[in-house]
């Protein structure tokens, strides 16, 4: 992939995640991005809808990758998913509550809007039910328990970074990890 492409994408990730699908333009990616507007359409043709799918699902796999490596420091599931989530949390926090992640905002604005952005979402959200999915099974939950807890985790990690960055607080995702260490310890 090209650095210029790549940066694109960085780029337009960077500004989802501050200020959303809507709140996004293109002229606005080709002046933060430093790219010279001709290569915005040479390397994404279909425009805004285009360099969005491929950003979101960029950022699915990022966020996927960082929470398989972030798994990986604990044996423990319910303590390694605990402390996983208080490092989201501190994130926020030290972002002053901008960061968490550009799919929550694409995710929600782009829902009914949008197929191809619907359906990188989609992708997206899957790579990190899985991330979270492989480590219960490496810990010895049963397949089926381990895949709806993965689609629990992500639910409640989505949501606490929704009620942080409301809040201006990292409590909620604080919350979010104190109460998933109780019930994956069960």
């Given at each position: 992939?090209?650095n210029?492409?790549?940066?694109i994408?960085?780029?337009?990730?960077?500004?989802?995640?501050?200020q959303?699908?809507?709140?996004?333009g293109?002229?606005?990616?080709?002046?933060?991005?430093?790219?010279?507007k001709g290569?915005?359409y040479?390397y994404?043709?279909e425009g805004?809808?285009?360099?969005?799918?491929?950003a979101?699902?960029?950022?699915?796999?990022?966020?996927?990758?960082?929470i398989?490596?972030g798994l990986?420091?604990?044996s423990?599931a319910?303590k390694?998913?605990?402390?996983?989530?208080?490092n989201?949390?501190h994130?926020?926090?030290a972002?002053?509550?901008a960061?968490g992640?550009?799919?929550t905002?694409v995710?929600?604005?782009?829902?009914t809007?949008?197929?191809r952005i619907?359906?990188a979402?989609?992708?997206?959200?899957?790579?990190?039910?899985t991330?979270?999915?492989?480590?219960?099974l490496e810990c010895?939950?049963?397949?089926?328990?381990?895949?709806?807890?993965?689609?629990?985790?992500?639910a409640?990690?989505e949501?606490?970074i929704i009620?942080?960055?409301t809040?201006?607080?990292?409590?909620p995702?604080r919350?979010v990890?104190?109460?998933?260490?109780?019930?994956?310890?069960?």
């Amino acid at each position: 992939m090209s650095n210029t492409r790549e940066q694109i994408l960085q780029t337009t990730c960077g500004l989802m995640e501050k200020q959303g699908y809507h709140g996004t333009g293109l002229n606005e990616i080709v002046k933060e991005s430093g790219a010279p507007k001709g290569s915005l359409y040479h390397y994404f043709p279909e425009g805004k809808e285009q360099i969005t799918s491929e950003a979101v699902l960029q950022s699915g796999k990022l966020t996927a990758t960082r929470i398989q490596n972030g798994l990986s420091e604990n044996s423990n599931a319910a303590k390694a998913i605990h402390d996983f989530v208080l490092n989201i949390a501190h994130h926020v926090e030290a972002s002053e509550f901008a960061a968490g992640s550009p799919l929550t905002s694409v995710a929600m604005e782009t829902a009914t809007k949008s197929e191809r952005i619907n359906a990188a979402c989609r992708e997206a959200y899957s790579l990190l039910e899985t991330a979270f999915k492989e480590k219960l099974l490496e810990c010895g939950f049963t397949k089926t328990k381990a895949e709806e807890l993965g689609t629990f985790i992500t639910a409640a990690v989505e949501g606490g970074i929704i009620l942080s960055r409301t809040y201006h607080s990292g409590d909620p995702l604080r919350m979010v990890a104190k109460h998933l260490k109780v019930l994956l310890s069960q």
